[in-house]
């Protein structure tokens, strides 16, 4: 296959969760405030999936290749963005692909937390620079609320669930990833760590899905706002171009605050940033591409626009993309795929998650073996 040169975005599509968890939904069984929520961090509400995370990715896939005019069965390639998987094993890309009848696409996870939709972005751009496949589909998606720890104010008021995709395809026009930074600031991934998830604890008396957030908002505020705007920096001097040429600031949505420090040091005016955190809170993977589906939506990405997409996320990596748009954009086409109409409230799936998670109303802590935790995360010499 001959190489190309561009891996440009054809097609894009979300999958939100219709139902919505506000501020007041929260502060019924958290001691926190609208105020308090507005303020610190900008949301107002986010979304509860009554969808498992492969549905979610499989309905804004459906919308990204219907926007594409691609064919399922056309696929080479997908990559499934997130840290909040129904299984490990089987992996969620191949549950994607059989959903949706992608039977000739090689199909992996990728996980990088919060910018495993940045990662996947850019390594379906490689792939298809190199001549490995010549169409991928890159989802980014997230089910928190399933993992969250929903007795500490501290994280349970940040977080939403939903899923984006987009489609790839070779091309010869400039047009697609043109510059990308990815790192890992790993030093401070203690900062970030969801205990519960993960091998290390199966050995614990853990049960699956209860989890302790460790998190350090203010470390991992200042560290989100150093990464992300070094990552800019060294984007916009490794394409050649300013600031002034950026047409809209497309970022991880997880604190307006840490947005527009960011903004500010990128040197971006806030009327050119796309902002979501408003409605969705964070939904970690899935915040870059919600934000881009909504900006095509807004009519905010004009053909031939210069994007940055910087992000962070546990562990802590970080990174930014320039992506430079093609010409078209409104879609191709539509799907028919939808959420089940059926759900309950948000803050009725809320409740049953946190009565699943503590049913007999013990502290959290008692539910993990303190020694076994401790000895988890001694630094190994
Ligand atoms: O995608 C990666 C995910 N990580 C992040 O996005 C984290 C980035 N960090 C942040 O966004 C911010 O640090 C937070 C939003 C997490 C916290 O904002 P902050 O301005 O750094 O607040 P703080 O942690 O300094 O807490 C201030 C006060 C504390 O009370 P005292 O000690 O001053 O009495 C907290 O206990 O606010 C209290 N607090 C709350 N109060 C009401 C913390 N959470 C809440 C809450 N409601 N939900």
Redesign the pocket.
Known sequence: MTPARYAAITGWGEGLPPAVLSNADLSTF????DE??VQ??GMQERRIAHVSAIEMATIASHRALACAGLAPDAVELIVYGSCSNDEQVPNCASGVQLALGATRAAAMDLNT??TSFLYGLSSATAMIQTGMVKNALVIGVELISQFMDWSN??VA??FGDGAAAVVLEASDTPSGVIGTVLGCDAEARQT?RVRGMGCDYARGEVTYGDTIWD?D??A??KR?VHGMSDACARVLQQAGVSADDIDLLVP?Q??L??IEAVAKYAGVSMDRVMLTVQRYG?M?AATVPVALVDALKEGRVKPGSLLLMPG???GLTYGALLVRWGDRVTPLGTSEATFPAEHPSALEMVNAIRMRQDPHGRSHDALFAPRFVESLHQPTT
Do not use: E, K, M, P
């Open positions: 958290l001691d926190t405030s308090w929520i610190r961090t937390a919060c104010r501290n008021v940040l970030l998190f908002g203010q991992i505020f989100a991880h997880a604190n605050r840490i964070n970690s962070f996320g546990g």
